[in-house]
Protein backbone atom coordinates (compact mmCIF):
# COMPACT_ATOMS: atom_id res chain seq x y z
CA UNK A 1 0.00 0.00 0.00
CA UNK A 2 2.80 2.54 1.02
CA UNK A 3 4.71 1.54 -1.99
CA UNK A 4 1.28 2.55 -4.66
CA UNK A 5 1.28 5.64 -2.78
CA UNK A 6 4.80 6.77 -3.24
CA UNK A 7 4.55 5.29 -6.85
CA UNK A 8 1.32 8.02 -7.32
CA UNK A 9 2.80 10.97 -5.56
CA UNK A 10 6.35 10.17 -8.15
CA UNK A 11 4.25 9.88 -11.37
CA UNK A 12 2.25 13.16 -10.29
CA UNK A 13 5.51 14.99 -9.36
CA UNK A 14 6.91 13.93 -12.87
CA UNK A 15 3.90 15.12 -14.82
CA UNK A 16 3.55 18.15 -12.83
CA UNK A 17 7.54 19.11 -13.52
CA UNK A 18 7.41 17.85 -17.11
CA UNK A 19 4.47 20.36 -17.55
CA UNK A 20 6.24 23.50 -15.72
CA UNK A 21 9.16 24.80 -18.16
CA UNK A 22 6.52 24.74 -21.10
CA UNK A 23 3.84 26.21 -19.63
CA UNK A 24 6.14 28.86 -18.34
CA UNK A 25 6.69 30.10 -21.39
CA UNK A 26 3.23 29.55 -23.12
CA UNK A 27 0.95 30.41 -20.17
CA UNK A 28 -0.54 33.36 -22.14
CA UNK A 29 -2.16 30.94 -24.60
CA UNK A 30 -2.92 27.58 -22.36
CA UNK A 31 -5.85 29.67 -20.59
CA UNK A 32 -7.32 30.42 -23.99
CA UNK A 33 -10.49 27.81 -23.68
CA UNK A 34 -11.05 28.73 -27.61
CA UNK A 35 -8.05 26.74 -28.19
CA UNK A 36 -7.79 22.77 -27.99
CA UNK A 37 -5.13 21.31 -25.63
CA UNK A 38 -2.94 19.01 -27.02
CA UNK A 39 -0.42 16.80 -25.73
CA UNK A 40 3.70 17.76 -25.73
CA UNK A 41 4.25 15.30 -27.72
CA UNK A 42 2.02 16.18 -30.55
CA UNK A 43 4.44 16.67 -33.29
CA UNK A 44 5.67 13.86 -35.58
CA UNK A 45 9.37 13.46 -36.26
CA UNK A 46 9.83 13.02 -39.83
CA UNK A 47 12.86 12.10 -42.24
CA UNK A 48 14.36 14.39 -45.10
CA UNK A 49 13.30 11.82 -47.62
CA UNK A 50 9.72 12.21 -46.27
CA UNK A 51 9.94 16.28 -46.10
CA UNK A 52 11.04 15.69 -49.68
CA UNK A 53 8.57 13.77 -50.56
CA UNK A 54 5.83 15.70 -49.02
CA UNK A 55 6.62 19.00 -50.22
CA UNK A 56 7.12 18.13 -54.22
CA UNK A 57 3.70 16.60 -54.35
CA UNK A 58 0.52 19.06 -53.86
CA UNK A 59 -1.50 15.81 -53.84
CA UNK A 60 -0.98 14.90 -50.16
CA UNK A 61 -1.66 18.41 -49.55
CA UNK A 62 0.14 21.42 -49.21
CA UNK A 63 3.76 21.79 -45.92
CA UNK A 64 4.93 24.88 -45.21
CA UNK A 65 8.53 24.29 -44.21
CA UNK A 66 9.63 26.88 -41.30
CA UNK A 67 12.97 27.46 -41.27
CA UNK A 68 13.75 28.37 -37.15
CA UNK A 69 17.03 29.23 -37.83
CA UNK A 70 18.39 32.68 -37.48
CA UNK A 71 18.39 35.43 -39.73
CA UNK A 72 22.09 34.97 -41.20
CA UNK A 73 21.65 31.42 -41.30
CA UNK A 74 18.74 31.74 -43.60
CA UNK A 75 20.47 34.09 -45.86
CA UNK A 76 23.24 31.83 -46.08
CA UNK A 77 20.78 29.24 -47.48
CA UNK A 78 17.67 27.26 -47.07
CA UNK A 79 15.68 24.13 -48.41
CA UNK A 80 14.98 24.49 -52.23
CA UNK A 81 11.45 23.35 -52.65
CA UNK A 82 8.74 24.63 -55.28
CA UNK A 83 5.87 26.76 -54.44
CA UNK A 84 3.50 27.09 -53.14
CA UNK A 85 5.93 24.44 -50.70
CA UNK A 86 8.51 26.38 -50.42
CA UNK A 87 10.03 27.42 -47.10
CA UNK A 88 9.52 30.55 -44.88
CA UNK A 89 11.73 31.70 -42.26
CA UNK A 90 10.31 32.37 -38.48
CA UNK A 91 13.06 31.77 -36.06
CA UNK A 92 13.14 30.09 -33.09
CA UNK A 93 13.54 33.22 -30.69
CA UNK A 94 10.40 34.52 -32.16
CA UNK A 95 8.04 31.49 -31.51
CA UNK A 96 9.36 32.12 -27.98
CA UNK A 97 8.46 35.60 -27.52
CA UNK A 98 4.40 35.77 -26.33
CA UNK A 99 3.53 37.94 -29.19
CA UNK A 100 5.88 36.33 -32.28
CA UNK A 101 4.18 32.96 -30.97
CA UNK A 102 0.56 34.27 -31.34
CA UNK A 103 1.50 35.43 -34.53
CA UNK A 104 2.66 32.44 -36.36
CA UNK A 105 -0.75 30.88 -34.34
CA UNK A 106 -2.71 33.12 -36.31
CA UNK A 107 -0.99 33.26 -39.63
CA UNK A 108 -0.31 29.33 -39.69
CA UNK A 109 -3.80 27.96 -38.23
CA UNK A 110 -5.42 24.96 -39.81
CA UNK A 111 -1.69 24.42 -41.81
CA UNK A 112 0.55 21.57 -42.24
CA UNK A 113 3.95 22.81 -41.04
CA UNK A 114 7.49 21.49 -40.98
CA UNK A 115 10.18 22.68 -38.73
CA UNK A 116 13.42 22.75 -39.50
CA UNK A 117 17.04 24.06 -38.28
CA UNK A 118 20.66 22.96 -38.49
CA UNK A 119 20.76 19.47 -36.91
CA UNK A 120 17.37 19.08 -35.42
CA UNK A 121 17.11 20.56 -31.59
CA UNK A 122 15.48 24.18 -31.92
CA UNK A 123 13.23 22.83 -34.60
CA UNK A 124 12.21 20.02 -31.89
CA UNK A 125 11.89 22.92 -28.98
CA UNK A 126 10.05 25.14 -31.68
CA UNK A 127 7.27 21.74 -31.95
CA UNK A 128 7.07 21.48 -28.52
CA UNK A 129 6.32 25.29 -28.11
CA UNK A 130 3.54 25.02 -30.74
CA UNK A 131 2.16 21.77 -29.53
CA UNK A 132 1.88 23.11 -25.87
CA UNK A 133 0.41 26.21 -27.08
CA UNK A 134 -2.48 24.17 -28.89
CA UNK A 135 -1.48 25.22 -32.39
CA UNK A 136 -4.28 24.14 -34.48
CA UNK A 137 -2.39 22.11 -37.24
CA UNK A 138 -0.40 19.47 -38.07
CA UNK A 139 3.59 19.81 -36.49
CA UNK A 140 6.71 18.25 -38.30
CA UNK A 141 9.78 18.01 -36.88
CA UNK A 142 12.52 17.62 -39.74
CA UNK A 143 14.87 15.33 -38.43
CA UNK A 144 18.76 16.22 -38.57
CA UNK A 145 17.87 19.95 -40.01
CA UNK A 146 19.54 21.33 -42.95
CA UNK A 147 22.84 19.22 -42.19
CA UNK A 148 20.48 15.83 -42.73
CA UNK A 149 19.03 17.68 -45.99
CA UNK A 150 21.96 18.44 -47.71
CA UNK A 151 23.19 15.13 -46.31
CA UNK A 152 20.83 13.45 -48.54
CA UNK A 153 21.69 14.96 -51.65
CA UNK A 154 18.83 17.68 -51.45
CA UNK A 155 19.04 21.16 -53.13
CA UNK A 156 19.22 24.38 -51.47
CA UNK A 157 19.33 28.10 -52.23
CA UNK A 158 19.59 31.43 -51.33
CA UNK A 159 16.95 34.33 -51.47
CA UNK A 160 16.71 36.78 -54.32
CA UNK A 161 15.54 39.82 -54.42
CA UNK A 162 11.87 40.77 -55.89
CA UNK A 163 12.02 41.87 -59.39
CA UNK A 164 11.43 45.69 -60.05
CA UNK A 165 7.75 46.76 -59.35
CA UNK A 166 5.83 47.07 -62.69
CA UNK A 167 4.13 50.90 -62.15
CA UNK A 168 0.59 51.26 -64.07
CA UNK A 169 -1.41 54.46 -63.77
CA UNK A 170 -2.48 58.03 -65.59
CA UNK A 171 0.62 59.19 -67.25
CA UNK A 172 -0.95 63.00 -67.62
CA UNK A 173 -2.91 65.30 -65.07
CA UNK A 174 -3.56 68.51 -63.99
CA UNK A 175 -2.40 70.19 -60.86
CA UNK A 176 -4.06 69.38 -57.90
CA UNK A 177 -5.61 66.17 -59.44
CA UNK A 178 -5.73 63.05 -57.66
CA UNK A 179 -4.26 60.64 -59.75
CA UNK A 180 -4.15 56.63 -59.22
CA UNK A 181 -1.22 53.96 -59.59
CA UNK A 182 -0.66 50.19 -59.27
CA UNK A 183 2.32 48.77 -58.04
CA UNK A 184 2.99 45.14 -58.18
CA UNK A 185 6.07 42.94 -57.86
CA UNK A 186 6.80 39.04 -57.56
CA UNK A 187 9.15 37.79 -55.12
CA UNK A 188 10.92 33.95 -56.33
CA UNK A 189 11.17 32.85 -52.15
CA UNK A 190 6.92 34.78 -52.53
CA UNK A 191 8.84 36.90 -49.30
CA UNK A 192 6.32 39.66 -47.40
CA UNK A 193 7.52 42.57 -49.88
CA UNK A 194 7.85 46.36 -49.20
CA UNK A 195 7.48 49.11 -51.38
CA UNK A 196 9.48 52.82 -51.81
CA UNK A 197 8.02 55.16 -53.88
CA UNK A 198 9.54 58.45 -55.42
CA UNK A 199 7.12 60.99 -56.38
CA UNK A 200 9.61 63.19 -57.42
CA UNK A 201 8.27 66.30 -55.65
CA UNK A 202 8.45 67.32 -52.29
CA UNK A 203 7.46 64.55 -51.09
CA UNK A 204 10.00 62.30 -49.30
CA UNK A 205 9.71 58.54 -50.15
CA UNK A 206 8.88 55.92 -47.95
CA UNK A 207 9.72 51.86 -47.67
CA UNK A 208 5.52 50.76 -46.79
CA UNK A 209 4.39 47.23 -46.13
CA UNK A 210 5.08 44.23 -45.77
CA UNK A 211 2.59 42.94 -48.45
CA UNK A 212 2.02 39.80 -49.79
CA UNK A 213 4.91 38.95 -52.52
CA UNK A 214 1.67 38.76 -55.07
CA UNK A 215 -0.29 41.75 -53.95
CA UNK A 216 -1.15 44.85 -55.94
CA UNK A 217 -1.41 48.07 -54.50
CA UNK A 218 -2.60 50.90 -55.05
CA UNK A 219 -2.05 54.69 -54.38
CA UNK A 220 -3.13 58.00 -55.13
CA UNK A 221 -0.90 61.10 -55.60
CA UNK A 222 -1.45 64.25 -55.78
CA UNK A 223 0.95 67.12 -57.81
CA UNK A 224 0.49 70.70 -56.95
CA UNK A 225 2.77 72.22 -59.92
CA UNK A 226 2.84 71.73 -63.35
CA UNK A 227 6.07 69.87 -64.49
CA UNK A 228 7.28 66.89 -65.97
CA UNK A 229 7.68 63.98 -62.76
CA UNK A 230 9.46 60.83 -62.66
CA UNK A 231 8.13 58.54 -60.46
CA UNK A 232 10.42 55.81 -59.15
CA UNK A 233 9.69 52.70 -57.12
CA UNK A 234 11.63 49.87 -55.97
CA UNK A 235 11.10 47.10 -53.76
CA UNK A 236 12.12 45.21 -51.17
CA UNK A 237 11.66 41.60 -49.56
CA UNK A 238 11.25 40.98 -45.76
CA UNK A 239 15.24 39.97 -45.69
CA UNK A 240 16.01 43.10 -46.80
CA UNK A 241 16.72 42.19 -50.61
CA UNK A 242 16.40 45.16 -53.16
CA UNK A 243 14.65 44.84 -55.99
CA UNK A 244 16.33 47.58 -59.70
CA UNK A 245 14.38 50.61 -60.26
CA UNK A 246 11.41 51.38 -61.97
CA UNK A 247 10.19 54.01 -63.39
CA UNK A 248 7.35 56.11 -64.80
CA UNK A 249 7.06 59.23 -66.65
CA UNK A 250 3.91 61.79 -65.85
CA UNK A 251 3.19 65.23 -66.91
CA UNK A 252 1.00 67.50 -64.92
CA UNK A 253 -0.40 70.58 -67.45
CA UNK A 254 -3.22 72.56 -66.94
CA UNK A 255 -6.11 71.05 -68.56
CA UNK A 256 -7.25 73.58 -71.80
CA UNK A 257 -10.99 73.23 -72.75
CA UNK A 258 -11.67 72.27 -76.55
CA UNK A 259 -12.47 75.22 -79.45
CA UNK A 260 -15.90 75.71 -79.95
CA UNK A 261 -16.60 73.49 -83.04
CA UNK A 262 -16.75 74.34 -86.47
CA UNK A 263 -19.95 73.87 -87.86
CA UNK A 264 -20.40 72.80 -91.51
CA UNK A 265 -23.07 71.84 -93.80
CA UNK A 266 -26.24 73.11 -96.43
CA UNK A 267 -28.06 76.84 -95.06
CA UNK A 268 -31.00 75.23 -96.18
CA UNK A 269 -33.36 72.63 -97.26
CA UNK A 270 -37.19 70.94 -97.41
CA UNK A 271 -39.04 69.61 -94.61
CA UNK A 272 -38.69 65.61 -93.84
CA UNK A 273 -35.16 65.52 -95.62
CA UNK A 274 -32.23 64.00 -94.53
CA UNK A 275 -29.17 66.65 -94.38
CA UNK A 276 -25.10 65.91 -93.06
CA UNK A 277 -23.93 68.32 -91.09
CA UNK A 278 -19.61 68.14 -90.07
CA UNK A 279 -18.09 69.07 -86.78
CA UNK A 280 -14.94 69.59 -85.35
CA UNK A 281 -13.18 70.76 -82.29
CA UNK A 282 -9.83 70.72 -81.33
CA UNK A 283 -8.31 70.15 -77.62
CA UNK A 284 -5.00 71.62 -77.27
CA UNK A 285 -3.80 68.86 -74.54
CA UNK A 286 -4.87 66.84 -77.45
CA UNK A 287 -7.42 65.11 -75.31
CA UNK A 288 -10.05 63.17 -77.15
CA UNK A 289 -13.48 65.02 -77.38
CA UNK A 290 -17.27 64.60 -77.38
CA UNK A 291 -19.71 66.72 -79.02
CA UNK A 292 -23.04 68.04 -77.75
CA UNK A 293 -25.48 69.35 -80.63
CA UNK A 294 -28.90 70.93 -80.18
CA UNK A 295 -30.34 71.20 -83.35
CA UNK A 296 -33.00 73.98 -82.68
CA UNK A 297 -36.07 72.08 -82.76
CA UNK A 298 -36.08 70.17 -79.37
CA UNK A 299 -33.58 67.67 -80.46
CA UNK A 300 -30.34 67.52 -78.65
CA UNK A 301 -27.88 64.60 -78.44
CA UNK A 302 -24.69 63.98 -77.40
CA UNK A 303 -21.90 62.13 -79.29
CA UNK A 304 -19.14 59.21 -78.11
CA UNK A 305 -15.77 60.32 -77.41
CA UNK A 306 -13.40 60.92 -80.76
CA UNK A 307 -10.27 62.01 -81.48
CA UNK A 308 -9.32 65.79 -81.23
CA UNK A 309 -9.45 67.38 -84.78
CA UNK A 310 -11.50 64.78 -86.10
CA UNK A 311 -14.61 65.70 -87.86
CA UNK A 312 -17.79 64.14 -87.11
CA UNK A 313 -20.94 63.98 -89.84
CA UNK A 314 -24.32 64.06 -88.27
CA UNK A 315 -27.78 63.93 -90.00
CA UNK A 316 -30.43 65.40 -88.93
CA UNK A 317 -34.34 65.54 -90.25
CA UNK A 318 -36.01 68.54 -89.66
CA UNK A 319 -40.17 67.99 -90.16
CA UNK A 320 -41.40 71.29 -89.70
CA UNK A 321 -40.74 74.56 -91.92
CA UNK A 322 -38.74 77.18 -89.54
CA UNK A 323 -35.63 78.56 -88.86
CA UNK A 324 -33.55 76.97 -86.53
CA UNK A 325 -30.37 77.66 -85.01
CA UNK A 326 -28.13 74.84 -84.43
CA UNK A 327 -25.69 74.87 -81.38
CA UNK A 328 -22.92 72.54 -80.85
CA UNK A 329 -20.28 73.14 -77.68
CA UNK A 330 -17.67 70.18 -77.11
CA UNK A 331 -15.71 68.74 -74.00
CA UNK A 332 -12.71 66.98 -73.28
CA UNK A 333 -12.40 63.87 -70.96
CA UNK A 334 -11.40 65.95 -68.27
CA UNK A 335 -15.09 67.50 -68.51
CA UNK A 336 -13.48 71.01 -69.33
CA UNK A 337 -16.45 72.64 -72.42
CA UNK A 338 -16.12 74.83 -74.94
CA UNK A 339 -18.08 77.58 -75.56
CA UNK A 340 -21.71 77.02 -78.01
CA UNK A 341 -21.23 77.65 -81.92
CA UNK A 342 -24.28 78.57 -83.45
CA UNK A 343 -25.43 77.28 -87.42
CA UNK A 344 -28.51 79.02 -88.98
CA UNK A 345 -30.50 76.66 -90.91
CA UNK A 346 -33.75 78.14 -92.78
CA UNK A 347 -36.13 74.91 -93.95
CA UNK A 348 -37.43 75.32 -96.69
CA UNK A 349 -34.57 76.79 -98.29
CA UNK A 350 -37.04 78.97 -100.40
CA UNK A 351 -37.64 80.72 -97.42
CA UNK A 352 -33.95 81.75 -96.86
CA UNK A 353 -34.39 85.54 -96.33
CA UNK A 354 -31.99 88.05 -97.84
CA UNK A 355 -30.08 88.86 -94.74
CA UNK A 356 -28.93 85.36 -93.80
CA UNK A 357 -27.23 85.54 -97.07
CA UNK A 358 -25.85 88.63 -96.11
CA UNK A 359 -24.75 87.27 -92.81
CA UNK A 360 -23.20 84.21 -94.37
CA UNK A 361 -21.68 86.06 -96.82
CA UNK A 362 -20.25 89.22 -94.93
CA UNK A 363 -18.41 86.60 -92.09
CA UNK A 364 -16.32 85.28 -94.96
CA UNK A 365 -15.47 88.35 -96.76
CA UNK A 366 -15.37 90.72 -93.83
CA UNK A 367 -13.27 93.19 -95.87
CA UNK A 368 -16.73 93.91 -97.67
CA UNK A 369 -18.18 94.67 -93.89
CA UNK A 370 -16.12 96.94 -93.76
CA UNK A 371 -16.98 98.79 -96.94
CA UNK A 372 -20.79 98.13 -96.22
CA UNK A 373 -19.74 99.79 -92.83
CA UNK A 374 -18.21 103.08 -94.57
CA UNK A 375 -21.15 102.96 -96.97
CA UNK A 376 -23.58 103.46 -93.78
CA UNK A 377 -21.65 105.97 -91.90
CA1 LIG B 1 2.69 18.36 -50.29
CA1 LIG C 1 13.08 36.91 -51.71
CA1 LIG D 1 -8.05 69.33 -72.69
Redesign the pocket.
Request: proline share 18%.
Given at each position: MKKIIVATCVIGLMLVFSGLPLNAITSGYTSESSIPQKLNDCHIDITVHDVWNLLNNTGNGIQIPIDVRFKYEWNEGFIDTPYPEHPRWYSLSMLKTEDGLQAFMDMYAGEDVILYCKAGSRSLEGSQILCDAGFIGTVYNMLGGINAWKAGGYPIRTNTEPDAPEINGSLKGGPGEELTYNFSTTDAEADGVYFWIDWNDSTTPEWTGPFAHDEEITLTHIWEEEGTYLIKAKAKDIFDEESELAELVVSIVE????TAPTIDGPLGGKPGIEYEYTFIST???G?PVMYSIDWGDYNTEWTEFVDSSEEITLKHIWIEEGEYTVKAKAK?I?D?ESNWSEFEVTIPRHRLRFYLWYEWYLERFPLLERLFGMIKV
Open positions: NQPPDLDDDHA
